[in-house]
């Protein structure tokens, strides 16, 4: 995590690798022997903490018994937690680069988000099996889109769960 560490402090184009050798504790001559530049530690880095970050995404959602629950609370664990996290928020920020942003954001991170968080939606619903997929990857882009162009429901846990339940859910499922 010094890549990231680096990044927080420093931004994207002020991190270089010497910084992150020094914040990692070692050689800048052995960081290169494992990465051929920053951005292939940045990725590795947002990589990690994305599926650390999807994994906190699943045990959320299994503690709500009903596919519309965990559907529901999914969306709104997203948009609370995601911003929050002192990794994942850095995509968020302007600052950061666009390769960052396009790696968090990718067609095989999407895919593999969107695997992850359809496992709980199929314990409670085999029957979404074949659609699952699908869904989870609409919940995360309506999640992203809240994070990205807050609006009046992504500061409203209440108002957000009652938007989700009258508009999402029933194109959803």
């Known amino acids: 995590m010094a890549g990231l560490d680096c990044i927080q402090r420093s931004g994207f ?80 920020d302007n600052e950061c680069s666009s390769a960052m942003r396009d790696r968090a954001f990718s067609h095989e991170a999407t895919e593999i988000f969107s695997a992850m968080t359809a496992a709980p939606l199929i314990e409670v619903r085999p029957d979404l099996a074949d659609q699952g997929i699908e869904i989870s990857e609409v919940m995360a882009r309506f999640a992203i889109s809240l994070i990205l162009f807050p609006g009046k429901y992504a500061s409203d846990g209440d108002g957000l769960r009652q938007l989700i339940r009258l508009r999402i859910l029933p194109g959803l499922i």
Not at 21 to 37: D, F, V
Not at 60 to 83: G, N
């Open 13 to 92: 184009d002020k991190t270089t690798m010497s910084d992150i050798a020094k914040e990692a504790g070692i050689a800048r001559p052995t960081l290169y022997k494992h990465y051929k530049n920053k951005q292939s530690i940045l990725f590795t880095g947002i990589d990690t903490v994305a599926l650390s970050f999807a994994e906190s995404v699943v045990d959320h959602a299994r503690t709500f018994a009903t596919v519309e629950d965990r559907i529901v609370e999914t969306i709104v664990y997203v948009v609370r937690m995601l911003p929050r996290h002192p990794y994942l928020s850095l995509v968020l």
